[in-house]
């Protein structure tokens, strides 16, 4: 990763050239097969950790690292296997998986363990299919250059890309031909291929995932954050306020660790999402989950009903958590830095003593940029045990930082970290047809 984004062409060239490598000499038979390419952004959530799942607030923005899916396909009436196969392949694997898209698609490990992003996404649109012996089929390519497991969602921005090219294939939302204005596709229409990603990614890959991450890969906006009620899916575009040459800009750092323990955790947060929600609604009955409560609730469940403990901790994170990403929201369009870089600090205290979803790779990193001139707030950003920290920096200083965290992050960890900055980009879209 560089500090500046790989150019989108360059993408669609590697996976045009790794069809052509794949299945360039053994294409699809059928003539009525029409060729698309699209792609969809990862993200970085600003404020807002771990509060999707519980129905809260999260204010992401859709960056400028995209997967692009390229290839050629169609829908066939027949269950032979012959006719009907589908084939994939990504330039992180080089190696094709082929597959037939039934209803009884199965997720498989190991080797391929990466094709259930696209096969749960397959599975979600067959419900669109006419009747039932239609069968998707078709050859695709995939190149990306979101970084894999650091927390910028490649995952959801595969999921979204395969989601836009079905809906290409089924003629769905009209296609509009124009990756920079997603506002062509319907509210609705982006919200409810979001919605069968997550469906997608919980059910056939086994991540009790929120919504956050496909949504904004599907839904975002050039120069916008989205600030998603994760509860009602209702979001508001944010833009930042302020004077033009006042702006700050968002330095992302990826810290280049995965603690295995984050994959084993994300499941229990979650269970002590609902264990903690259940002794609230003791107190306070109108609490269906985590988004309902108060800071009042909590003092109250804490000294009558016993919330205590771990689960005390995890329900404070996400209430103040929820409160702090509104307030930003606010702030942001106010164009008042500080009060946002005070409320991302406050996120990070929080992450790491309450919800203990830190490291020591990443406090590192968030201690280096809140210590340096021009920063307004750090923190750690996505699911945790490692992945990226998200900074608000003013312009002139972003380059300065980023130089900063480099030679010391080295100097503390003796490992790499990877910078770079970025503002909102747009959502999903199709490239070509
Ligand atoms: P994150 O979403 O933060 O990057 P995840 O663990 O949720 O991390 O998802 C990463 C996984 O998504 C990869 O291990 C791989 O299985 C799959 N994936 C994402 N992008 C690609 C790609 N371009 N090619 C193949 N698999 C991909
Ligand atoms: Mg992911």
């Known amino acids: 990763m560089s500090s500046s984004t790989t150019n989108i062409q360059t993408l669609i060239n590697q996976a045009e050239d790794l069809y052509e490598k794949s299945f360039g000499d053994r294409e699809l038979g059928n003539t009525n097969f029409n060729t698309f390419c699209t792609s969809a952004p990862g993200r970085v959530n600003l404020i807002g950790e771990h509060t999707d799942y519980t129905d809260g607030f999260v204010l992401p923005l859709a960056i400028g690292y995209s997967t692009v899916v390229y290839g050629r396909g169609g829908i066939m009436k027949s269950t032979s296997s012959t006719d009907t196969r589908c084939r994939i392949v990504s330039t992180t694997t080089n190696s094709i998986v082929e597959f037939q898209a039934t209803s009884s698609l199965v997720p498989l490990c190991k080797s391929e363990a990466w094709a259930n992003y696209v096969k749960g996404v397959i599975l979600q649109y067959m419900s669109e299919l006419q009747s039932a012996d239609e069968r998707f089929v078709l050859d695709i390519a995939i190149a990306g250059d979101v970084p894999l497991g650091s927390g910028l969602s490649s995952s959801a921005s595969l999921e979204v890309a395969t989601a836009v090219f079905l809906e290409c294939i089924l003629n769905l939302n009209n296609n509009p031909y124009c990756i920079d204005d997603s506002l062509l596709y319907t509210r609705e229409a982006k919200m409810e291929r979001a919605k069968k990603c997550q469906k997608a990614e919980n059910v056939f890959c086994n991540v009790p ?25 209702d979001y508001k575009e944010v833009s930042m306020g302020g ?14 660790v995965k603690h295995s323990l984050g994959d084993s955790e994300y499941p229990v947060r979650v269970q002590q999402c609902k264990d903690a929600t259940s002794i609230l609604s003791n107190v306070n009955q109108n609490i269906q989950s985590l988004r309902d409560a108060t800071m009042e609730d909590i003092n109250t469940a804490s000294s009558s009903a016993g919330l205590e403990g771990a689960l005390l901790q995890r329900a404070r994170h996400v209430v103040s958590e929820n409160k702090r990403t509104v307030e930003a929201a606010n702030a942001l369009e106010k164009g008042d830095w500080a009060t946002v870089g005070t409320l991302m600090n406050a996120s990070h205290a929080s992450m790491k003593d309450d919800y203990q979803v830190s490291c020591p790779e990443i406090d590192i990193l968030v201690e280096l940029a809140q210590g340096y001139e021009g920063v307004y707030g750090s923190r750690l950003t996505g699911g945790g045990f490692g992945g990226c920290t998200v900074t608000l920096v003013k312009r002139d200083c972003a380059q300065g930082l980023i130089d900063h965290l480099n030679k010391e992050y080295t100097a503390k ?13 747009s959502g999903a879209g199709l490239l070509m047809a």
């Open 413 to 425: 960890t003796g490992k790499q970290c990877d910078c770079f900055e970025t503002s909102p980009g």
């Open 209 to 233: 995932c929120g919504i956050m991450d496909q949504f904004v890969s599907s839904c975002g906006s050039r120069g916008k954050l989205l600030l998603i009620d994760c509860r009602s899916l």
């Open 243 to 256: 004077e033009e040459g006042d702006m700050p800009v968002l330095v992302v750092a990826n810290s280049n």
